[in-house]
């Protein structure tokens, strides 16, 4: 860790931007497993920045002891599978402790974040939230790690999925399944290359994840 004399004017810099898709406030640390979803989901989406002893509202209350700093490390290194490679920088402002760890995007998605019973979740960032990334999700990161997922000529599961588009925009994806009478699984997979490829649109709207053609 790195320690300054005082990095005042750098820290009310980055508060200043607030909470958004690449930073995040912590004001406390309690749990190492909470902890572990942020890292996840900044690790998962385009990486980020941690500000540890800061409040919401952007005050600096600064970190109170060694404890949270040893959860941090925690959850870095014992609640993400892979480990993530974070980097933790400790500053000074007006007498407060606060720790900036910063987050890179990984090459090789996902990092799954461990629950209390050791369950694997992935997360990603949207905004200024960690949200469970989708089945699309992991699917897409898949096929990009296995090189698969291309398209040569488009099959009939195909068609009937860009139809069930075209007929309701702004679908989920169990709507989808009903509509298009694809199973789940083909679904899932098929859905992936059409987001990959640019002919297909997620977002997350309402607390869930849409699909439309583009």
């Not at 990009?144 to 309701?168: C, P």
Request: hydrophobic letters at 35%; aromatic letters at 8%; a positive charge.
């Amino acid at each position: 860790m790195k320690k300054s004399i005082d990095d005042t004017k750098y820290l009310e810099n980055l508060v200043s931007e607030g909470e958004h898709q690449q930073q995040d406030f912590k004001y406390k640390v309690m749990d190492a497993v909470k902890l572990a979803r942020s890292v996840s989901a900044f690790a998962n989406t385009d990486g980020g920045r941690l500000l540890i002893g800061v409040r919401d509202d952007g005050h600096l209350s600064g970190v109170r002891s060694e404890e949270e700093i040893f959860m941090m490390h925690a959850a870095a290194w014992k609640y993400c599978r892979p480990e993530s490679a974070i980097r933790f920088e400790t500053m000074h402002a007006g007498g407060k402790t606060i720790v900036v760890a910063t987050i890179p995007p990984c090459a090789k998605k996902p990092v799954f974040a461990l629950d209390e019973q050791g369950k694997r979740h992935a997360y990603i960032r949207r905004k200024d939230e960690n949200i469970v990334a989708s089945p699309v999700h992991l699917e897409i990161w898949r096929q990009e790690q296995s090189r698969n997922g291309t398209f040569t000529t488009i099959a009939d599961d195909e068609h009937r999925l860009m139809e069930a588009l075209e007929e309701m925009p702004h679908i989920s994806l169990n709507r989808l399944v009903r509509l298009s009478k694809v199973n789940r699984r083909k679904t899932i997979s098929i859905l992936a290359k059409l987001c990959r490829f640019g002919l297909v649109e997620m977002e997350y709207t309402d607390h869930q994840f849409l699909f439309s053609s583009k």
